[in-house]
Nanobody, 125 residues
Framework: QVQLVESGGGLVQAGGSLKLSCAAS????????LDWFRQAPGREREFVAG????????YYADSVKGRFTISRENAKNMVYLQMNILKPEDTAVYYC??????????????????WGQGTQVTVSS
């Protein structure tokens, strides 16, 4: 079992920055990919960013590439999402999600076993 808790959301102006954190608990933390999704009201949940710790690769949705940075600090069981140059269209509830390595595919919501409760990010124009 993995428990995930997001924090760091809030209200920011367009062009501003915000850093989200996801705290994970569970003895099998290292066996999971911890990625970020977001969902705005009336919209489908969408993949935002992911990371492969072993390969050091990172993956981003085209809409956030160059503005967002995902990082993972395994020693603290934390994953972060640094969001810069925020836009109103970034407004959404942001979730971290866990997917076992070797199971499912990155970025496919149904393949993630665990989800946090989300943290609201609102970007004003």
């Amino acid at each position: 079992q993995v428990q995930l808790v997001e924090s760091g959301g809030g209200l920011v102006q367009a062009g501003g920055s915000l850093k989200l954190s996801c705290a994970a608990s569970g003895r099998t933390f290292s066996n999971y990919a911890l990625d970020w999704f977001r969902q705005a009201p009336g919209r489908e949940r969408e993949f935002v960013a992911g990371t492969s710790w072993i390969s050091a690769r990172t993956y981003y949705a085209d809409s956030v590439k160059g503005r967002f940075t995902i990082s993972r600090e395994n020693a603290k069981n934390m994953v972060y999402l640094q969001m810069n140059i925020l836009k109103p269209e970034d407004t959404a509830v942001y979730y971290c999600a866990a997917r076992p390595y070797g199971a499912g595919s990155r970025g496919v919501p149904d393949d993630y076993n665990y989800w946090g409760q989300g943290t609201q990010v609102t970007v004003s124009s």
